[in-house]
C-alpha cells in the first residue's frame, strides 16, 4: 500500500515550487511549462480541498493529508511519464508535510513524512512572500505569511534539498526559473 506514495523512475528533470499559499507557485508553474513546452502537475490538494469545502463546508482535516499525498502522487508519475525534458511540479509531499506539522501541533502521519523526505526532485524554487494575497474558499493565514515562510524554508535546509529563493514580480521569477532550469538541462 505504501507504494502509492513513491515516486515512479522518471527520464526527466523534475523541479518542485514550493512555499505559502498565494506566493504564485501555480502561475509561475504555468509559465515555466509554457515556456519549456512540456508539463506541469497542478496540486492536487487544491482540487481535493475544493471539493470538499463545495460539499461539506469543512476545511483540511488530519485525515485528508494521506489522500491528498496519494493523489499527488498518482498525478504526477502519470504525468512524468508524459515528458522526457522537465516535470514542473506546483508541489510535492513535502509541501504537505510542513502544512500539516504547522497547522497540526508539529505532527505528521509517518508515511506522509517518509515519502515527503524519500522522493527526490532536481531543484526546488520557494517563493517569497513578496507576492499580494489572494484570498480564496481555502487560503486562510494571511497573517501569518512570514512564519509559514520560514517553515518552508527551514524545512528545506533540514532536509538537505536543493533549492533557489525566487523573489520580485512574475516576470523576474520567471527569469530566475528559467536561468537555473536552463543550467540543469545543460547538465
Known sequence: MEE????EPATCIKVVLFGPESTGKTTLSRQLARHYNSVWVPEYAREYLQNKWNNERRTCEPEDLLPIAEGQMKLENKLAKKTN???????????????????????????LKKYALQNTYDLYFLTYIDTPWEADDLRDKPEHREQMFEAFQNEL????????????????????????IDELLKK
Do not use: M, N
Request: hydrophobic share 25%.
Open 4 to 7: 502509492k506514495y513513491k515516486q
Open 85 to 111: 525534458s522537465i516535470l514542473i511540479c506546483d508541489t510535492d509531499l513535502l509541501e504537505t508535510k510542513v502544512y500539516s506539522e504547522a497547522y497540526y501541533s508539529g505532527s505528521c502521519d509517518p508515511l
Open 157 to 180: 535546509i533540514k532536509s538537505k534539498k536543493p533549492y533557489v529563493l525566487l523573489k520580485g514580480d512574475k516576470k523576474q521569477r520567471l527569469e530566475t526559473a528559467v536561468k537555473y
